[in-house]
């Protein structure tokens, strides 16, 4: 396996687009990758704020009216686990892509090889995190931060979770991707689902943002996460061909914005 950083990276600064647009082009950077083009650090936001579905996630658990008349976006991801509400600005995003060959096999090893830099730059903006280091039982399983925790890629500061990781195979390509919360938003969080059965206080005391740790603007958040996700692979900074957002555009149109794929029933294994 060469060393990552000895490789073309490119780090695409924080953009805004829709959930289904911003999952697309996480699949097209993997195609990017695995056809020997630049790999890829990313930053992105929700415009508008989105409900990620996990993979296998019964689309029942929805509450499509509040989603509707919020105006909240849902989209459903490759990876995994339950869902996820990404507030416009109560959410950072990433993603690491790269060719699998490049990446350790061992997915322990190469979860923790891809979260140094999310670590690293918790760390700098002065958040003492780390991973989950002891099993926490589920409060609600629709919502991927009420799940059980994870120390392979379940991110903690004062022993509540402000980080998910996850990653999925495809086109001979790793792709991680995480969502670090910047404000919990508790009420927003539980607000998207059909029938939580927890309220705003359990879901605080398992999720805690930035802005609870320490005072800074979520712009010094988003520069510090674009920073050492940089220096880790040593990225100069680029961005999308022309090519790239036209196949991510259909690739949004054809797979994530359609009902077949949001509306899908799955059940995880």
């Known amino acids: 396996m060469p060393d990552i950083a000895e490789c073309e990276w490119r780090l695409i600064r924080e953009e805004s687009r829709s959930g289904p647009?911003?999952?697309?082009?996480?699949?097209?950077?993997?195609?990017?990758?695995?056809?020997?083009?630049p790999r890829t650090v990313r930053v992105y936001q929700w415009d508008p704020s989105c409900l990620s579905l996990g993979y296998g996630q019964d689309p029942a658990t929805v509450?499509?009216?509040?989603?509707?008349?919020?105006?909240?976006?849902?989209?459903?991801?490759?990876?995994?686990g339950g869902g996820i509400y990404h507030d416009h600005l109560g959410d950072l995003s990433y993603s690491i892509t790269a060719p699998k060959d490049e990446l350790p096999g061992d997915l322990l090893e190469c979860y923790h090889l891809l979260?140094?830099?999310?670590?690293?730059?918790l760390r700098e903006l002065g958040i003492l995190a780390d991973y989950a280091d002891e099993p926490r039982p589920e409060i609600y399983h629709p919502a991927c931060y009420l799940r059980d925790l994870h120390p392979a890629h379940d991110i903690?500061?004062?022993?509540?979770?402000?980080?998910?990781?996850?990653?999925?195979?495809?086109?001979?390509?790793?792709?991680?991707?995480?969502?670090?919360?910047?404000s919990s938003l508790p009420s927003d969080h539980l607000a998207v689902f059909s029938d939580p059965g927890v309220g705003?206080?359990?879901?605080?005391?398992?999720?805690?943002?930035?802005?609870?740790?320490?005072?800074?603007?979520?712009?010094?958040?988003?520069?510090?996460?674009?920073?050492?996700?940089a220096a880790f692979v040593e990225a100069n900074e680029g961005s999308w061909t022309?090519?790239?957002?036209?196949?991510?555009?259909e690739r949004s149109e054809a797979k994530y914005e359609t009902d077949e794929w949001v509306h899908k029933s799955s059940p995880e294994p």
């Not at 004062?158 to 910047?182: E, L, M, P």
């Not at 359990?202 to 996460?225: C, T, Y």
């Open 63 to 80: 509450d499509w009216e509040y989603c509707s008349r919020e105006g909240i976006d849902v989209t459903r991801r490759q990876t995994g």
């Open 200 to 229: 705003a206080d359990q879901f605080d005391e398992r999720v805690i943002g930035i802005d609870e740790l320490v005072d800074v603007r979520r712009k010094h958040a988003v520069s510090e996460l674009e920073s050492q996700l």
């Open 242 to 249: 022309d090519d790239e957002l036209d196949r991510a555009r």
């Open 156 to 182: 903690l500061a004062q022993g509540r979770k402000v980080s998910g990781n996850a990653q999925y195979r495809q086109n001979d390509a790793v792709i991680q991707h995480g969502s670090i919360t910047f």
């Open 21 to 37: 647009m911003n999952m697309a082009l996480d699949e097209i950077a993997a195609e990017t990758a695995a056809a020997g083009g």
């Open 115 to 121: 979260c140094r830099p999310i670590l690293k730059a």
